[in-house]
Structures are given as structure tokens and as C-alpha cells.
């Protein structure tokens, strides 16, 4: 059956076979069965010493046959450095005995390719039996390489990190000295045997372009053939940007920083003066105040075209320098930009210029908001600047937190500051009731007046933003910033916000948000929870809906629970004690704030009853 396979379709049946000397594996489920034609097949059982080698006798050979087919040659060299001795000798053997014309272009360069890698794996890694075959290989090399220099070499050129055929060294320096030594090889004989439009031409398909200019750069003999060289280039700056800024890099690497002037008042002296050219030129020097202010002298369009594509990294003095960058950028609106530089925990920025950040990534297009722009790392770190700099007032920042609601759990990462929005909250109780508004319906289910010109996706989007503020919101009114409770405060807090919303008509939601935020009030300083502050207020309001909430939350802010799987309801009972001896302590004098938490410990009894019935029916189904 394998020989008809491979006769029929041998690059199929090679696809399956390298895994059996590759990175896969044959395992008994998938490999392939050895028995004679017509014969009992064998199930999964696991093979003996004898017949495992009875397999291997038979499949080996067809197995070296097989990677030496023509259809095979170059997915067998990408499995060189794994097949078996006997196969890469005849491999080897087979390729140097092929006509290159019989091979098309891609399938040149992919054979090509893959001898390198194999070369490099075995000159940087390789013992001695794979060393031996290094002759042959580069053979192979010699044998296909095109006559066409681009092609020839091109591939040192078209990325940064070029696998060497002759290996590299083990330290970073070393290996980085040998490939540029290579790259500035290849780039000399591409200047001495291809022209401009050639070199354009292959600086069109590659993606690394800035690579191709830098080694251009390096490899010119003299000033006269850089200056011819850039000329050249910069026919095409216009879709060819990185290119140039490649080569400028590298030639001031060469001639100095003077460079740049020296270039943009020869291009001046010749006609050839254009704002793209002077921006990229300057590319060759390091970012910083110090080019920044350069380009900056050369007028508007230049300072313009060089902002739309710099790094706003400065190399010299980052925290200095980092309000600057984030400015310019923000004046070619690139705010994705500016957010990289201004996100960074160790820059400092002025308030009004993360304000202006901020409302320039909201005007960004949603899609290339979405696309990774909004980083929570960032964000985060631009709104800890805000809240620790009080350069901005509170209700300043809690407008420019609005639309970054739906990310507040990531936000607080980074931050220990309360968000401005919930501090905008703990003090503004009408603030509270608008969210309710946007939140629920009206009591009486008409339509809420105040709406008449919002938009339904307008409204779905307002309402999911303020229930995650709402949702995100720990801050209880009246606490101050030792942890104390002013009852006071708390009470008039509460009072404004259910009058608010007895107006508008949205009770029902006041009283649930209500019992949602009291039931993360702080305990009193001897640890009775709530504190007193909140049960007087629960006796006060004797309201049910509030009360049953407050519940409610202590059950949903539990999270999620692990226990031992024949734990049963240990936990549950726990809980149930410790919400029974704080009913016991506060039922005298708050007897409705005892029924609450009597009820909550009643809860968790009723848990801890379901808890042990699960354990006891996973002992029965072990047993």
C-alpha cells in the first residue's frame, strides 16, 4: 500500500513521513502499519522489540528513496540536519547530479534557502558526522546560484538577521560584526553589478528596507558614489522613505553628524531641495531635543514630514524630552504614538498635554482604536500621572475617564489612587442619580423625557459605560482618607441622591445601587460590620429593596470558590458563623440590620446543606 502511495502522490506521502525524522513524532495512533498486503491489520496494541524493528527494516529504505524523488529534493533538504546518514548522503549525491534548469525560480530559492539554513545549523552546532557533508552543501550552493547579483546576494539584504551559511559566532557583538561584514559585502557587489532601478526594484518587494539602505550606506568607496548613491535613492523617496533613512543612518556612522548639512546644502546648491528629503535625512542622527530643534529650524513642512514618521524616543534625556515628543506627534495626529511615550511610568507630562492626548486617541477611527492602539498599560499610567500631579480638578479627569470606563479593572492595575469618576461619585449624589437614569427604566415605564434625542445605540452605549462605573465603585460617601465614616455626610449623600431619582421617577434603581454600595461599607474600629454609620442609616430607611441588595452583593462579591473535594460545606459554614455572631452583636439596638445579616447567615447554612449532599454523592460514585 505505501508503494502505491508513493508512486501515486510521493510529496503527500513525504509530508507524513518527515515527522518520522523530524520535529513530529510517529506515535501508535498515526504512523504507519507494517504488514504485508492482504494481511490482518494490527489494532493499537503496543509493538514488540522484534516487530518495532521488522518495521524499521522495511520502512527505511523506501524512506531514503523517497526523499531523494525530484518532487522531494527541497522539502528533504528543509529535513537535513534529522535524516539518517545513509539518506543524506544519497540526498546529496542526487541534488549535485540535477539540472538547476530543471527547477523553477521559486523552487531555486527555496532549495537555496534551505541549504543555508542547514549550513548554519551545522557550522554553529553541528558534530562531526554532520560537518563532513559541508563540502557538499556548499557545492550545492555554488551549483544553483543565479548569475544575477541581486538575486544572488539579496537575501543578506532583505532582513536584519540573515542566517550565514559558514555559522555563527556564540556572543551577540561577534555575531552581530559578522553579519554586517556580510551584509556590506553583498551590498558592494550589488552597487558594482546593478543598477539604481534594479536596486529600487528589490527594495520595492522587501520589508525590511531600512536594512538595504544601511548597508548601501556602508559599502559606497567614496563621497562622490554616496552622494550618486543617494541621489538614486531619493527618486523614490516618496514610497521609499525607510530606505533612505537606512542609508542616512549609515553614512553618518561613516562621515560624522555633520553629514546631514553637508547633504541638504548640496541638494539645495543643486535644485534637488524638497521638505521629505531634509526630514529623512536627518534619520541618520539620533532623536532628541538637540535634532528636534534642527529640523524644527528648517520650517513647518520639514518639521511635519520628519514628525509623521519619528519614534519620539529621545536617546539623551527620555523624561525631558518625552513632553516634546508626545506634542509633536500629537500635531501630525499620530496619538497612538504619542500614547507609547506617554504611557511610559517613568516620563512625566504635563496634565494639559495628557488631557489633549486623551481626547485625541477618542477622535481616533474606532477601528484603529481597536486594533491595539488603547493599550491598558499606558492608559493606566497616563491617568496615575493625572490623579497624582492635582493639576487637573476632579471633575476635569472624571470626564476624560468616561469613555475608558469599559477598562477601569485594568486601569487600577496601575494606579492606587481612586478613579476620578468614583470619587466624582462619593460627592456629587446628582452625579449618581444621572447614572441611574442612563441605567433603568422609569418606575412607571414611561418614557424617560430627558432621552428624546438619544439615539438607541447611543443609549445602550451610555448605559453599559455607567453600570461599569457603578459596578467599579467602592467608594462609600462620607469616608474620609483615614478610613473614618462621617455619618452625617452619608446620610444627607443618600437623601439628595433618593430625592433625585423620586423626581425622575427611578426609585427602584436608586434603592438597588443603593444597597450595592453600602454593602461594601467599612466595618467599625472594633470590627463590627457595617458600621454604625450604615446600620443607623438601614434603620432609618426600612427599606426592603435596599436590604435584600445588600445581600445580594455579599453573596455575587464572594467570587469564586475552591475547597477540597470532600470538603462539603466547611466554608459555607463558616460564613454562616461569623454573619450569626455579627447578627448577635448589633440585634438590640439595629434589630432590621440583625434581620439582614441573620438572613445572609441563614443563606450560607442553606449553601453549606448543598455542599455536603455534593460531597456525599461524589463518595458514593468513587466507591
Not at 95 to 100: F, K, N, R, Y
Not at 121 to 143: Q, T
Request: net charge negative.
Amino acid at each position: 500500500m505505501l508503494e502505491k502511495l508513493i508512486k501515486k502522490n510521493p510529496k503527500m506521502v513525504w509530508k507524513f513521513a518527515e515527522n518520522y525524522y523530524g520535529g513530529g513524532s510517529i506515535s501508535e495512533s498515526y504512523r504507519f502499519r507494517w504488514r504485508e498486503t492482504g494481511g490482518t491489520r494490527r489494532g493499537l496494541e503496543q509493538e514488540t522489540n522484534v516487530e518495532y524493528q521488522e518495521y524499521l527494516k522495511g520502512l527505511l529504505p523506501m524512506l531514503k528513496d523517497l526523499a531523494c524523488v525530484r518532487e522531494n529534493l527541497v522539502a528533504s533538504i528543509d529535513e537535513f540536519t534529522r535524516l539518517p546518514v545513509e539518506t543524506r548522503e544519497k540526498l546529496l549525491t542526487t541534488v549535485e547530479a540535477t539540472d538547476p534548469a530543471t527547477f523553477s525560480k521559486e523552487e531555486r530559492d527555496l532549495l537555496l534557502q534551505k541549504t543555508r539554513e542547514a549550513l548554519n545549523w551545522i557550522n554553529s552546532y553541528g558534530a562531526e558526522d554532520r560537518r563532513v557533508h559541508v563540502p557538499a552543501l556548499n557545492s550545492i550552493l555554488k551549483k544553483f546560484a543565479p548569475t544575477d547579483a541581486i538575486e544572488r546576494v539579496g537575501w543578506l539584504l532583505a532582513t536584519p538577521w540573515p542566517r550565514l551559511p559558514q555559522g555563527e559566532p556564540e556572543h551577540y557583538d561577534a555575531k552581530d560584526t559578522s553579519v554586517k561584514a556580510a551584509q556590506k559585502e553583498a551590498a558592494r557587489e550589488v552597487l558594482d553589478k546593478a543598477s539604481m532601478d534594479k536596486i529600487l526594484e528589490f527594495s520595492s518587494t522587501i520589508q525590511y528596507q531600512g536594512v538595504l539602505g544601511h548597508s548601501l550606506a556602508m559599502a559606497v568607496k567614496d563621497e562622490n558614489e554616496g552622494n550618486n548613491v543617494l541621489d538614486g535613492l531619493l527618486t523614490r523617496v516618496a514610497d521609499m522613505s525607510v530606505l533612505v533613512r537606512g542609508f542616512a543612518l549609515g553614512r553618518v556612522e561613516i562621515a560624522g553628524p555633520g553629514w546631514v548639512d553637508e547633504q541638504i546644502k548640496r541638494l539645495k546648491a543643486q535644485g534637488n531641495y524638497s521638505s521629505l528629503p531634509c526630514a529623512l535625512l536627518y534619520f541618520g542622527l539620533p532623536e532628541g531635543s538637540e535634532t528636534w530643534s534642527a529640523v524644527s529650524a528648517h520650517g513647518k513642512d520639514v518639521e511635519t514630514a520628519y514628525w509623521k514618521q519619528a519614534s519620539g524616543y529621545s536617546r539623551t534625556s527620555k523624561n525631558d524630552n518625552a513632553p516634546i515628543a508626545v506634542e509633536k506627534l500629537l500635531d501630525v495626529k499620530r496619538a497612538e504614538a504619542a500614547l507609547q511615550i506617554a504611557g511610559d511610568p517613568h516620563v512625566s507630562i504635563p496634565s494639559a498635554v495628557l488631557q489633549r492626548l486623551l481626547q485625541e486617541l477618542l477622535n481616533m477611527d474606532e477601528k484603529k482604536i481597536h486594533a491595539g492602539v488603547m493599550e491598558e498599560y499606558h492608559l493606566g499610567h497616563i491617568f496615575n500621572q493625572l490623579y497624582e500631579k492635582h493639576e487637573l480638578p476632579i471633575e476635569e479627569i472624571a470626564k476624560l475617564e468616561w469613555p475608558f470606563a469599559a477598562i477601569f479593572d485594568e486601569l487600577k492595575r496601575y494606579t492606587s489612587s481612586p478613579m476620578a469618576l468614583h470619587r466624582a461619585l462619593q460627592r456629587d449624589p446628582q452625579f449618581f442619580a444621572q447614572l441611574i437614569t442612563f441605567i433603568y427604566k422609569r418606575d412607571d415605564h414611561a418614557l424617560d423625557p430627558t432621552h428624546g434625542d438619544v439615539t438607541e445605540e447611543m443609549a445602550e452605549r451610555r448605559a453599559r459605560v455607567a453600570r461599569k462605573v457603578l459596578d467599579s465603585w467602592y467608594l462609600i460617601p462620607g469616608v474620609k482618607d483615614d478610613g473614618t465614616l462621617d455619618e452625617k455626610e452619608l446620610s444627607e449623600w443618600v437623601k439628595a441622591a433618593r430625592k433625585q431619582c423620586t423626581e425622575t421617577k427611578h426609585v427602584i434603581g436608586c434603592d438597588l445601587q443603593t444597597g450595592f454600595m453600602l454593602a461594601h461599607a467599612p466595618a467599625d474600629p472594633d470590627g463590627t460590620w457595617p458600621h454604625a454609620a450604615v446600620r443607623n442609616l438601614i434603620e432609618r430607611l426600612n427599606n426592603k429593596t435596599i436590604d435584600r441588595h445588600i445581600q445580594n452583593e455579599i453573596y455575587n462579591s464572594r467570587g469564586v470558590v475552591s475547597r477540597g473535594i470532600n470538603d462539603g460545606g466547611k466554608q459555607e459554614r463558616e460564613l454562616a458563623e461569623k454573619y450569626k455572631k455579627m447578627s448577635d452583636v448589633v440585634k438590640v439596638k439595629w434589630p432590621r440590620t440583625s434581620a439582614m445579616l441573620r438572613g445572609i447567615a441563614e443563606y450560607y447554612e442553606h449553601q453549606a446543606r448543598l455542599e455536603d449532599i455534593d460531597s456525599d454523592l461524589q463518595d458514593l460514585r468513587w466507591d
